[in-house]
């Protein structure tokens, strides 16, 4: 038993943790938005793998990996515009339109693959780190946690900087008052369509980066239906996190572990089969859900459409 | 008497509408009303509900838009097309239902509506909520989460935010409907210094006794028609009596006999059950023994309620909102487990039993919530008539619907209760409020109940409808029933019962005879336990 | 959305503002029809952008689903498992709840009977065999979604997203079922023992259409008339429409949430059973048909209705095996139905809308 224990294995494992975790937290980070100002954002698994897709033909086709996140958050924001359109603006059910967007984008992903890239298969080159001066060379911790493409030190420095703005700005209060009381808010002038429209484009953007890291970087190339459920799983992180960004990058990470544990128990020598460790995932977050079930925040006027006027 | 502020009478009043119509589906709710509002001046709106005050201020808010008519702010004519601009023409409003942002504290509820990009400006906003401390006479801390005020309080921040940018004109939408009779006299205090101070008040009630005690002016409402008009100099002239019968005149014309919803109006407060004498000297019917209930974060947790109710007897509860009037209806009914404590009716002890088995031995409970807990809004008249006897016979054989007789049964209904609707398959939600109400008393008047409790009975409704509705409690604890009446209006509960406890807090502070002075011994009781 | 189909599910004849039956009719048709249209159009878009000629791919859809003869009677085969998970549905939409658990519970039961039913037809006949698999399939399907279901009762929490996590769970725990426990060694690929084809449902007349087609029909009228005639579906319509005024009402909402999870998942888990039964005899691994949520948009086409809904299964039944066909000849892959069925949901959905618009602007 090579074992668990090494460094190997725990090295694997924690690289193996931020490269699934870096997905996981942009869409919790979104669907948190979303959430705050009474959005259930159902869509937002079509909204990663949206951003998967256009993330990884934007790569592709330059070559360069911004561009490819870029290419990812338009992709996402495409499918944020049809979440918003229907549901904010017009009032629609929106889980009913979230499973549409989520099923559609799926098909229409797929399909494009297929005439795309299903012969070929192209992969995208390595992904170019940057590397933390002094950090990067403690063992173990450095080379998973501190030499890594940049986005993922940007995506860390969000988790901070959104609690900040949630708490001290007045987009932050915006947010609050619109998942609130959204009467209240609109009696201060402040329009609640206007707050949540930004809110669910937010979101796509997010996701839709998350979606490319997990294409470009993740996997270095697009697969019909990749996502297997990271944009519900972000939804499962909003929803414990209770409105608290930083719950969200430990469930994250958490649930990257979980999801990392394939490659490194490969690396530990362990033969346990693929089938049963991927699992895993999904029973921890049954089990995390069940055990904070009682814990778990939404905002009172979660999922309702907002009408000036109407009680 | 109110006083009178000096008010130069030439300048242009702050806000004036013309000849504003407004209509909604199957109902002219704004028939041509014009109206001056001036500066330090307080001018009540008195009307019945359902008399198109809402839609008014409605429309100065900036939630609708008028079908025809003008607007006008220190005289120049505006189109109020939005809550954004109401509070930018300076113009703030409180309505009956808190608009506050609970999880956010006081503090951050003021500042909402700052530009965006900007961070919280906090010393400018607590420097501004002192100025407006002092000038109220009101103390807040700013960094309270408004969830957790008092009611009064909540809405002492609502009128700061109303004027926070400035405004000069203040309305209240109904505002003493939450309040203690303490805190009607600070409200009242707050409104003074405020019209002193040259902003003009617009205050709506369908309390005449208010609008006399308040107002500089008074216009009255009736079918969405301005019916009538009593100036300030002929106000200060004339007594309550006089203001009484000029209403009435103003309202339903000058003739001989006072119709039974004048009646209903003119007597709100004055009148007193006439002590039909209760039969105590047997056993009570209904007893509740020191029942207490937990609850759930933002429910009141009930803490030793006892009271007792003889046949025939009416029981009011008063108190303001928020008090464990709510948890205390739904612990009798069932809907809430007790944690300790006894119910009993007659010889059977509910404690431990569910709402059906309660239901079975002549509980009834009627909510205040018609639409969001009392019916189905999207099923029929005929089945919310019968939705608390689903699976029983004679309606439902073996499982089976019979729907002929169920439809049977609502026409029958429909008929001795006049509920007014196309037919028994209609959705209920279509119905107007009192019709509602009707269906709610329908269904649970049968006549096998021995205890009915009714949560805020008349909320809502206008004049006529709330007239029946007090008809029926008084029926119905003329034929032997318990009644219980849970109502945050002092005049109604005078009016109906024969006893009454006060809740606070989860409490049951107290019950008083309803005699001479009660009024007095009610607010005592709820001023006192209302420190909070 | 929900709230406006149950309206007019409860509303019969005989009520509401004076209308003619005729435009009723219309409306009514229109209401169904349109978003149908509107899909099929967009659909033909997409493939037209896509470089492949639309006209030809619906032809080809028409001619194997509906036109020839094996053709229909795999469409009619096909119809047997989409119409008991839209049974499910019903169940559970009526009741408020969101069961998007489907597709697991679908697998995990047809995977459990993949390998129960070659055991017990060893020593058992064949009818009892058919029955223990449909109750199994049943029971698994209903096991899967006590986990949301006591979330829901106990705690509140949404069972939309628990459902779909059991789902991804359940889908990965079938796989590895057919991988390891359930593998038949005989065979090179991974998959449970093969059922003879003789042990399978029985043949309606000389078709290759079978018997499950005849339960599933039947099944969904009955779930039809339990919705609207009897007690029980009475209560679960008001726990769904408003839950508040259900505990006000004395009902026990507890347990008809659970009642509610364990029939539409035991249904769904039937439809697993009856797939398995009567078609395939054994679960490749990596086999997942994924009905399930595709049937969602038909159910809410139907209104909700176990009898309109029998038409829309129908036709997305033909839409299925025909797309199949098409998938093959145009090279135009499967995945294309996906995106039809996100159109019909999209387009039903603003059909919806502007329905109740025109309808509040006009009212009584």
Known sequence: ?311 | MPQVAQVDRNAVPAVAVEDIVKRFPGVLANDHVSLDFEKGEIHVLLGENGAGKSTLIGILAGMQQPDSGTVRVNGQVIRIGSPRESLQLGIGTVFQHVLLVRSLTVLENLMLGGPWWSRLGRHEALARLMTFSETLGVVIDPDAELGRLSLGQQQQVEIIRALWHGGRVLILDEPTSMLTPAGVRELGQVMRRLRDQGVAIIFITHKLKEAYEFGDRISILRLGRVVGDLPKARLASMSEGDVTNEVIRLMFGPTATVTGDARALVHEGQRRRRAVAVDRSGEPLFMVRDVSASARPGETVLSNVAFDVWPGEVFGIAGVDGNGQKELAEALAGQRPVASGRLVLGDDDLTTLGIGARRRLGMRYITDERLGEGTVGTHSVATNLLVKEIGLPPYWWRGMTRWKQVREHARDKIETFDIRTPSEQTPIARLSGGNIQKVLLAREASSEARVVVFNKPTYGLDLHNTRLARERILKSAASGIATIVISTELDELTELCDRIGVMSQGRLRGIVDNTEGAEMRLGVLMTGADAA | MTAEAQQDVNVTAGGGPRRSAWRDATTTALRVLLPVLLALLAGALIILALGKDPLTYYEYVVQRGLLSPTGFQATVTRTAPLLLIAAGLIVAFRAGIWNLGVDGQFLLAAVVVAALAPELIVFLPRWLTVLLCFVAGALVGAIWSLLPAFLKARHGVNEIITTLMMSFLGISLANVLVKIPFNDPTTTVPQTATLPVADRLPRLFDTTVHAGVILALVVVLLVHLMMTRTAFGLKLQIVGANPRAALHAGLNITGLTFATFALSAGLTGLGGAVEILGVWGTVRADWNPAYGLLVIPLVFLARFNGIAVIGFVLFFAVLMIGGESAARRLDVPHFFVLVLVALLLMFLAVVEYLDHRRRQSRVD
Request: net charge neutral.
């Open chain 1, 1 to 311: 038993m090579g074992g668990i224990f090494t460094v190997d294995f725990t090295t694997a494992l924690l690289f193996g943790a931020v490269t699934a975790g870096v997905p996981l937290l942009l869409a919790g980070l979104g669907e948190q938005i979303s959430e705050k100002t009474g959005v259930l954002n159902i869509g937002i698994e079509g909204m990663m793998l949206a951003g998967a897709y256009l993330g990884f033909v934007a790569a592709y086709d330059s070559g360069s990996f911004w561009l490819g996140y870029l290419g990812g958050a338009g992709g996402g924001i495409l499918v944020a515009l049809l979440m918003m359109v229907f549901c904010v603006w017009l009032g629609m059910n929106q889980i009913v339109i979230g499973i549409a967007l989520t099923l559609g984008t799926q098909g229409l992903t797929a399909l494009l693959h297929h005439f795309q890239f299903s012969r070929t298969y192209p992969r995208l080159g390595e992904v170019p780190t940057l590397p933390i001066p002094l950090l990067d060379d403690v063992p173990v911790l450095g080379e998973s946690f501190f030499d890594r493409h940049p986005l993922v030190y940007l995506v860390v420095a969000l988790v901070f900087v959104l609690g900040w703005v949630f708490r001290r700005t007045n987009i932050g209060l915006n947010l609050q008052a619109a998942g609130d009381n959204p009467a209240a808010l609109d009696a201060t002038g402040v329009s609640v369509y206007v707050t949540r429209s930004s809110a669910v484009l937010a979101t796509g953007a997010l996701a839709g980066i998350g979606g490319a890291y997990l294409a470009n970087v993740g996997a270095g190339l697009f697969v019909p239906f990749m996502t297997n459920g990271a944009g519900f799983i972000g939804i499962v992180l909003a929803m414990l996190a209770r409105g608290n960004p930083l719950w969200v990058l430990f469930g994250a990470f958490l649930f990257g572990v979980s999801l990392a544990l394939t490659t490194a128990l490969q690396v530990g020598g362990l033969n346990i089969p693929t089938d049963v460790v991927q699992m895993l995932p999904f029973v921890m977050v049954i089990v995390v859900l069940t055990v904070f079930a009682r814990h778990s925040y939404l905002p009172p006027a979660l999922g309702q459409p907002y009408v000036r006027g109407e009680r």
